[in-house]
Nanobody, 126 residues
Framework: QVQLVESGGGSVQAGGSLRLSCAASGDTERSYCMGWFRQAPGKEREVVARIHTTNDMTMYNPSVKGRFTISQDNAKKTVLDMNNLKPEDTAMYYC????????????????????WGQGTQVTVSS
């Protein structure tokens, strides 16, 4: 079992930046694909970025590539740095973990992930 807690959401103007953090606890010694998802009102939950805890391989949704960066810090936190934010980035952002020995290939849908945080709101105004 893994418990995930997100922090760092907030409100910014377009062009601004935010950093989201996901703190993991519990069975963190296993290998996981860590993902950030987002869900806007009336829309499906979509993957934003993924990183593997063992090999640090990253993958990004094309809509955020070049603006968002996913990383891990020494405290087993998964960080999402979001720059040049746009109004269309407004959503509830969720951290998720999937048990994966190798990498994040194929882990795209919410159903592919086993553990979820409670979410943190990001609002970008124009």
């Amino acid at each position: 079992q893994v418990q995930l807690v997100e922090s760092g959401g907030g409100s910014v103007q377009a062009g601004g930046s935010l950093r989201l953090s996901c703190a993991a606890s519990g069975d963190t010694e296993r290998s996981y694909c860590m993902g950030w998802f987002r869900q806007a009102p009336g829309k499906e939950r979509e993957v934003v970025a993924r990183i593997h805890t063992t090999n640090d391989m990253t993958m990004y949704n094309p809509s955020v590539k070049g603006r968002f960066t996913i990383s891990q810090d020494n405290a087993k936190k998964t960080v999402l740095d979001m720059n040049n934010l746009k109004p269309e980035d407004t959503a509830m952002y969720y951290c998720a973990a999937a048990r994966s020995i190798i990498d994040c290939t194929g882990y795209l849908r919410p159903d592919d992930f086993d553990y979820w945080g409670q979410g943190t709101q990001v609002t970008v105004s124009s």
